[in-house]
């Protein structure tokens, strides 16, 4: 039988099981996906281990996942556009997609273009979604200087890319680890920690016109003290400072879409995305896939592969 990640409570990377799951059959509008790749996210860690029951509680036994790639296996009543066979990423809204086969809303489906690897595409939703909203939150233009924290982690790595692609200057906050990457991609490296601050002035000659925080752990005061307006500052994740001092917290919600996902894949395509993986992982292995992300230094993304 097919199989499927389930938890049956909140808790560490210990509860998750891969566990034997009936293979669903489409209904009419839906599309069943053989998954090839699928990213994870700090958010279904944190929905896991119940640090998000208040605004997303699960539902128990519950899946997770929503990035994909796969196969289209079967479609439902009412579907075009797509056929068995077709290549395609998409999302799922229902903790879904760590499994073997899921059923998506054939709306949340794009095809996938040649030139967009699968584990790339399976990771993209999420973290793609999320720095394409981040970047439009803070209104990037041509010249503008842009502070993005966690700059090589899942969300930073793609935010950086695409404030580059709108024609900014931009500063990447990361370890030592990831300047080369940074550097490669455009980005002028900037090392975190104490003296941030100082170092950030030094890049830019002390104008910041908007800041991403992809991080959490400050950097919305950093930036306010900075001088950076609060309507061009961006979280996506410390939503207390975001109240605290107005910042926008603009993410995937506001991007989730396949038309969004489908420009994000074209531009990938095209030479000008990378979407870094750094570990893949096969589904039965997800424990440990969770056990890296929790670390919190890996460059990029991380992707079960829960189908050859």
């Known amino acids: 039988m ?30 069943l996906v053989a998954v090839r790749a699928a990213g994870i996210n700090p958010g279904e860690a ?18 997770q996942g929503s990035d994909l790639a796969g196969t289209v296996e079967a479609v439902g009543p009412g579907v075009s556009g797509f056929a068995v ?22 709306g949340q489906l794009t095809r996938r273009p040649d030139g967009v690897p699968v584990e790339a595409a399976g990771a993209l939703f999420v973290a793609g979604t999320t720095a394409y909203a981040a970047v439009r939150a803070v209104s990037v233009t041509p010249g503008d200087v842009v502070v993005v924290s ?29 300047h080369d990457w940074l550097r490669e991609h455009g980005v002028v490296p900037v090392a975190y920690g ?17 800041f991403i925080d992809t991080y959490g752990a400050g950097y919305v005061r950093l930036a306010i003290d900075l001088g950076v307006a609060p ?3 961006d979280t996506v994740i410390d939503f207390a400072a975001a109240e605290e001092f107005g910042v926008r917290t ?7 879409s396949a038309l969004v996902l489908a420009e994000l894949a074209d531009l990938i395509d095209r030479g000008r995305l990378e979407v870094p993986i750094t570990h893949t992982y096969a589904l039965t292995e997800v424990r440990d896939a969770y056990r890296e992300l929790e670390r919190r230094h890996t460059r990029g993304k991380i992707v079960l592969l829960p189908q050859p």
């Open 150 to 178: 966690g700059a090589a982690g899942g969300v930073g790595s793609l935010a950086v890319q695409l404030a580059r692609n709108a024609g900014a200057t931009v500063i990447g906050l990361a370890g030592p680890a990831n």
């Open 250 to 256: 603009d993410g995937s919600g506001t991007a989730a």
């Open 194 to 210: 104490e003296g941030v601050a100082d170092r950030i002035k030094k890049a830019t000659g002390g104008h910041v016109d908007a």
């Open 46 to 63: 944190m929905i896991r281990s119940g640090a998000l029951h208040a605004r997303w509680p699960a539902t128990f036994p519950s899946g």
């Open 2 to 31: 097919p199989k499927a990640v389930r938890f049956k409570q909140y808790g560490g990377i210990e509860v998750l099981d891969v566990v034997e799951a009936e293979k669903p059959e489409p209904a009419a509008g839906q599309v």
């Open 231 to 233: 309507e061009r500052i």
């Open 85 to 106: 066979g077709d290549e395609v990423l998409g999302f799922t809204d229902d903790r879904a997609s760590h499994a073997e086969f899921v059923l998506v809303p054939a």
